[in-house]
Every structure is written in structure tokens, then in C-alpha cells.
């Protein structure tokens, strides 16, 4: 259960879905506003300013990357969990990179969607100030004096390597596109292979089983996730 009545605003146009997040979150404790389109999505952010929106890509009058390339361009930083079919890779990423904090894929887990909400509520309030070291398992990763550790062993990262996972440390917890790790690391001129050898190469440095990733996890065809802080 939520310990607040996070406001949360449903757009989709599909009422089942609508009303399967109703019921679903609001047994979580959070409180529901819908929108079936872009226009009384508009209208309610406006009237209502909810703490979070969920939101379709598929809206009958309005994409939901225009929609939130609308809202990003008016100053709005609330956060946006974007709602989307399994094989609707590039709108997942074409979201992401428009301002979208997260996604979840349908058919969903009530589970899973509520973990991502909450992550997405965390991350704006982090981002008011970074905490200096960041723990998550056995990893530990120092900003300010760019020490890693795994089990309290100090690990030796390339100066790439260490940048990558800087910057997937200061969104843990959400999927950074390629394209935003590129850009971020390289300036965006590389290569998406030339990111996945150095992830590759981190996850050997860093992962209990670099076969099976516990902290960098790939999600297919969008990016890469770290585990979120303990």
C-alpha cells in the first residue's frame, strides 16, 4: 500500500483497460482519474495535476509521443509511464527519448506496474539532489570519489565503463535507450554494437554472472536498466 493518495491519470482509450488500472491501482492506495483521449488528457492535467500519468501510445486523436512532446514543451516534469504493445519497440524508444520515465508492456502485471510507478515517483524526488554513493546488492558505486566496489572489493573500471555506469546510476532503476547512453557517453556518434561491448565488458567486471545479469539487465531492443537502489 502507497502511504500517500498519489494522483494518478489514466489515458487510454480502451475503457477494460481503464477500468482494470482503476480497480488494480486502487487497491494500492492510489487515486484514479481517466481520460479515454488526448483532449481530455489535456484538460485534466490542466484542472486536476496529477502526481503521474499513465499513458497510451495508441490515442485516437493525438499520438502519446505528441502528447508528451506537448507536455515536456510546456515545462511539465511530472512523471509519464508510458502504456504499449510488446512489438511497438521503436514507439517504446521514440517515447523514452520525448521525456517518458518508463513503460510497461501489455498484457501487464498489476505487480510490475505498480513497482515501476513507485520507481518513477522516487526518481523525481532523487532528482532534487544526488546521493553521493549508491548501493544496490553487493554493488556499491561512489560519484564523488568514482570508487566501485562489489562486496567491498574495489573494482578497476575503464574510464568509459565507469561512464556508462554513472549515468545508468543516476536514473537506476529505469531503461536508458541506446541512443541516451550513446549521446551521453560518446556524444551520440558510436555505433549501438559499440555500447553493447562495453556493457558486455562491465557486466564481467561487475555481475555475480555476467551470463545472467542481476544489476545491468538488457531490455530487448529499447536499452538497458540498473537495479534500482536498496
Known amino acids: 500500500m502507497t502511504t500517500m493518495a498519489v ?3 489514466v489515458v487510454d482509450d480502451e ?3 481503464r477500468k482494470l488500472l482503476r480497480v ?3 487497491t494500492e492506495g492510489y487515486t484514479i482519474s ?3 483521449n ?3 488528457a489535456i484538460a485534466r492535467i490542466e484542472a486536476e495535476e496529477p502526481d503521474l500519468v499513465l499513458l497510451d501510445l495508441g490515442l485516437p486523436d493525438m499520438t502519446g509521443q505528441e502528447l508528451l512532446r506537448l507536455w515536456r514543451s510546456e515545462g511539465r516534469t511530472l512523471p509519464v509511464v508510458i502504456l ?3 512489438t511497438d519497440e521503436t514507439g517504446i524508444v521514440q517515447a523514452l527519448e520525448a521525456g517518458a520515465d518508463d513503460y510497461v508492456t501489455k498484457p501487464f502485471g498489476m505487480r510490475e506496474l505498480a513497482a515501476r510507478l513507485r520507481v518513477a515517483l522516487r526518481h523525481k524526488l532523487q532528482q532534487q539532489g544526488e546521493k553521493p554513493v549508491f548501493r544496490t546488492g553487493a554493488l556499491s558505486v561512489d560519484l564523488v570519489r568514482r570508487i566501485v566496489q562489489v562486496g567491498g572489493a574495489e573494482v578497476k573500471l575503464s574510464p568509459k565503463e565507469y561512464d556508462i555506469l554513472r549515468a545508468l546510476v543516476q536514473h537506476a532503476g529505469k531503461v536508458l535507450t541506446h541512443r541516451h547512453l550513446l549521446k551521453e557517453v560518446w556524444g551520440g556518434n558510436e555505433d549501438v554494437q559499440y555500447l553493447r561491448v562495453y556493457i558486455r565488458q562491465l557486466r564481467q567486471k561487475i555481475e555475480p554472472t555476467p551470463e545472467q545479469p542481476f544489476y545491468i539487465t538488457t531490455e530487448p531492443g529499447v536499452g538497458y536498466r540498473l537495479r534500482e537502489s536498496d
Do not use: Q, T
Open 15 to 17: 475503457p477494460p483497460i
Open 7 to 9: 494522483r494518478v491519470l
Open 84 to 86: 504499449s504493445s510488446r
Open 38 to 40: 488526448a483532449k481530455d
Open 34 to 36: 481517466e481520460a479515454g
Open 24 to 26: 488494480g491501482l486502487g
